[in-house]
């Protein structure tokens, strides 16, 4: 009977010890070189990372499994837990930590500094791994801290590129200044519960309600994560790490900057006894997704729709959390991180796909199209949600959530239906096929998430209906604005315009911050 509870801390620590011991002989690789073609010596830490990477996804698979076979979480170890949840999250990371290290090693063939590198790459997989086991402040403001450093390392590796140097120096102010609101809280609730332990914090809010002390503490915390997810307006440090190697930002996009959202699923029953918190991450998140989607339809490039993808999916995540809905933040966390991560690792094919796209041409979806989808896309997931409810025993949706869907999921349908020019050809479906493989989408994205819903993730929803109805009325607008600017381009080509440059948020936030921490982010001319 010893034997399960001993397999479970074993496999739940092992990938932090394997990656930080990859850490630790790639770093030495990279310091002390033995005699010999450096490429030899790259390959070599390559080997190194790579076997230990996968034993550390083993070994998460393993612990994700004892915990769903034995209904229990991970024994009691100083400063270190793992709910269900985390074992999810750890198993995502490091296989796509995995995957992206194989992908690197290809990617950067020829480079120098590629044993720093994966020195730096195995540094942020074993942080992560130390913050999802987390169960005190300090280890999960330590942890956290060491990979915003580590990834520092991967956001320079291209020493030259001053918009990556100026991309880490924001994202190195955007981390402090989380770090200083971090200690604020724990000191906080510290104060408080007179423990540092989160254990012991969850303790305290069940037995009595939260005092202005722990308010205060959650607000602080709420603040720190929106720092760290790059919501805005600190979002721009995020747009410009494109000047990193692609495998970089599949690493920031697919993994790093979605672990707010898990920190705000750890700290649940603060958040749900802090109605300020909340409110702050409904509207923070709600207008980062409105202002980040407008900016996204503007732009051409691949790689910064991506990115101004992510932003806008981080105020989605946020939000979720702010009302409640857990379990939906979770399922995002999870599908966002796969979507992210093959979308950069494959961006060239996605460049070729768009622009054959752009080669078959398409017109402008009807006003009709537009103004129906959002009732269509109602019905859809109405029905599908009434026939499983039906079926099954899974918790229901509020009716505000499924209007929140219904809007965001609309435009997979106008999109699809849009009528081509010239008629259908075989390269040009008809608008009929067109809206059936649209309806298919918003089909398959209900589905995924009412099937996410079974899973066990050991969370518990606790829906604000207030906090709903007002995140579907940000919905509205947000739907509204796309239409205007689909329907009305040359009326709006002012504003589009604006778009496009991102409202010009970031540049004065860039202009604050190299006022308040000067810094040198331009390569010296040579003489």
């Known amino acids: 009977m010893r034997l399960v509870p001993l397999l479970m801390v074993a496999s739940a620590v092992l990938p932090a010890v394997l990656m930080g011991a990859a850490m630790l002989a790639s770093a030495w690789r990279a310091v002390y070189r033995p005699e010999g073609p450096a490429p030899r010596h790259e390959?070599?830490?390559?080997?190194?990372?790579?076997?230990?990477?996968?034993?550390?996804?083993?070994?998460?698979?393993?612990?994700?499994?004892?915990?769903?076979?034995?209904?229990?979480?991970?024994?009691?170890?100083?400063?270190?837990?793992?709910?269900?949840?985390?074992?999810?999250?750890?198993?995502?990371?490091?296989?796509?930590?995995?995957?992206?290290?194989?992908?690197?090693?290809?990617?950067?063939?020829?480079?120098?500094?590629?044993?720093?590198?994966?020195?730096?790459?195995?540094?942020?997989?074993?942080?992560?791994?130390?913050?999802?086991?987390?169960d005190h402040w300090l280890l999960l403001i330590g942890s956290w801290a060491a990979a915003g450093i580590a990834l520092q390392r991967l956001l320079t590796f291209y020493a030259d590129r001053p918009f990556a140097q100026l991309a880490a120096h924001k994202k190195r102010m955007a981390d402090r200044l989380a770090d200083v609101l971090l200690l604020t809280a724990a000191a906080l609730s510290v104060w408080e519960v007179g423990s540092g332990s989160l254990t012991a914090l969850r303790d305290h809010l069940a037995a009595a309600p939260a005092s202005p002390v722990l308010q205060a503490s959650a607000v602080c915390l709420a603040l720190a994560v929106l720092l760290r997810t790059a919501l805005l307006p600190m979002h721009g440090w995020l747009i410009q790490v494109m000047e990193a190697p692609t495998p970089v930002s599949a690493l920031l996009h697919a993994g790093v900057v979605n672990l707010g959202g898990w920190v705000l699923i750890r700290?649940?029953?603060?958040?749900?006894?802090?109605?300020?918190?909340?409110?702050?991450?409904?509207?923070?998140?709600?207008?980062?997704?409105?202002?980040?989607?407008?900016?996204?339809?503007?732009?051409?490039?691949?790689?910064?729709?991506?990115?101004?993808?992510?932003?806008?999916?981080?105020?989605?995540?946020?939000?979720?959390?702010?009302?409640?809905?857990?379990?939906?933040?979770?399922?995002?966390?999870?599908?966002?991180?796969?979507?992210?991560?093959?979308?950069?690792?494959?961006?060239?094919?996605?460049?070729?796909?768009?622009?054959?796209?752009?080669?078959?041409?398409?017109?402008?979806?009807?006003?009709?199209?537009?103004?129906?989808?959002?009732?269509?896309?109602?019905?859809?997931?109405?029905?599908?949600?009434?026939?499983?409810?039906?079926?099954?025993?899974?918790?229901?949706?509020?009716?505000?959530?499924?209007?929140?869907?219904?809007?965001?999921?609309?435009?997979?349908?106008?999109?699809?239906?849009?009528?081509?020019?010239?008629?259908?050809?075989?390269?040009?479906?008809?608008?009929?096929?067109?809206?059936?493989?649209?309806?298919?989408?918003?089909?398959?994205?209900?589905?995924?998430?009412?099937?996410?819903?079974?899973?066990?993730?050991?969370?518990?929803?606790?829906?604000?209906?207030?906090?709903?109805?007002?995140?579907?009325?940000?919905m509205t607008l947000l739907y509204a604005c796309l239409v205007l600017m689909q329907s009305h381009a040359d009326a709006l080509a002012g504003w589009r315009r604006r778009s496009y440059a991102g409202f010009y948020i970031d540049e004065y936030v860039t202009r604050m911050t190299l006022r308040l921490w000067p810094t040198r982010w331009t390569t010296p001319a040579p003489l």
């Open 43 to 134: 390959r070599a830490a390559w080997q190194l990372c790579h076997r230990l990477s996968w034993l550390a996804t083993l070994s998460a698979a393993i612990s994700l499994g004892l915990q769903l076979a034995t209904s229990s979480t991970l024994p009691p170890l100083p400063w270190m837990t793992l709910s269900l949840s985390g074992a999810w999250v750890a198993l995502l990371v490091q296989l796509l930590g995995t995957v992206i290290g194989v992908f690197s090693a290809r990617y950067l063939e020829g480079e120098s500094g590629q044993a720093r590198y994966a020195a730096a790459l195995s540094g942020v997989l074993a942080s992560v791994q130390l913050l999802l086991l987390a």
């Open 267 to 474: 700290f649940a029953p603060l958040l749900e006894a802090a109605p300020m918190a909340r409110w702050l991450l409904v509207g923070a998140g709600l207008v980062t997704a409105l202002l980040a989607g407008l900016v996204m339809l503007t732009r051409i490039s691949i790689k910064v729709r991506l990115a101004w993808s992510t932003v806008a999916q981080m105020g989605f995540m946020v939000m979720e959390c702010g009302l409640g809905l857990y379990t939906l933040a979770l399922l995002h966390l999870l599908g966002h991180s796969l979507y992210k991560a093959h979308a950069f690792l494959m961006a060239s094919s996605v460049v070729d796909e768009t622009r054959r796209a752009e080669l078959r041409g398409g017109a402008t979806p009807t006003l009709l199209s537009m103004m129906m989808a959002p009732g269509w896309a109602l019905v859809l997931i109405g029905g599908m949600t009434a026939a499983v409810h039906a079926l099954w025993e899974v918790p229901a949706w509020p009716m505000w959530w499924t209007a929140v869907l219904a809007l965001a999921w609309a435009p997979l349908l106008w999109t699809s239906a849009s009528p081509i020019a010239g008629g259908a050809t075989s390269d040009q479906p008809s608008a009929t096929r067109r809206w059936l493989s649209g309806i298919a989408m918003v089909a398959a994205l209900c589905g995924a998430a009412l099937l996410g819903h079974a899973l066990p993730f050991g969370v518990i929803d606790a829906p604000d209906t207030v906090a709903g109805w007002v995140a579907a009325a940000g």
